[in-house]
């Protein structure tokens, strides 16, 4: 079996099993606590990995440190996703359930990349406004690249909106070039 369709199954069974059963927020929230856990703890990825230890013991590092947090479902699902041999890509299928789940809500993802950090009033004021223009649900996703020295850049599905100062840089350098070359023709 091709690697790469094994997180895009698993995700989507756990998907129509939500939507099924009715708990896809709910399903959707537990699988981001997974996933922020396997971001913030990239040291979890070869512990999985390693043949001495034993399933059970995987089994039960995600049933004790997440009894509290997650239903049922999701600890089932786990339990399953280790039995089968597959846990090493819990990071892939929780990146594909969210997917599935932000296509199917008519989620957005709106990317925003700033200079420097910004608080959480622009944040919310960028977000307003986006929603107010686009009339569509979305999730602000903001990053920090001091390379593009100021402004900021807007993406979204396809589009790119770049109001970077590099890029009005780039722009103008291009300008000055052409006239200059023009100017040595005459």
Do not use: W
């Not at 932000?102 to 910004?118: H, N």
């Not at 999730?139 to 100062?165: H, N």
């Amino acid at each position: 079996m091709d690697q790469s369709k094994i997180p895009v199954r698993y995700a989507k069974a756990l998907f129509l099993l939500g939507k099924e059963k009715g708990i896809l927020d709910e399903l959707s929230a537990e699988i981001r606590i997974l996933a922020g856990f396997f971001e913030n703890t990239p040291a979890i990825i070869p512990y999985l990995r390693s043949p001495l230890v034993r399933m059970q013991v995987k089994k039960d590092l995600f049933r004790r440190n997440f009894k509290d947090r997650l239903s049922e479902v999701t600890l089932r699902f786990v339990d399953l996703v280790i039995s089968k041999k597959r846990e090493i890509f819990f990071p892939d299928i929780f990146r594909n359930f969210i997917r599935l789940h932000k296509a199917d809500a008519g989620i957005k993802t709106l990317v925003l990349t700033t200079a420097l950090k910004i608080d959480d009033v622009m944040e919310q004021q960028v977000s307003l406004c986006f929603e107010r223009k686009s009339k569509s649900a979305h999730e602000l996703v903001t990053r920090v690249k001091p390379s593009i020295i100021g402004g900021f850049m807007l993406q979204t599905d396809d589009l790119l909106y770049d109001a970077s100062l590099a890029n009005e840089l780039k722009r103008m350098k291009k300008e000055l070039t052409g006239v200059i070359l023009e100017t040595k023709n005459i």
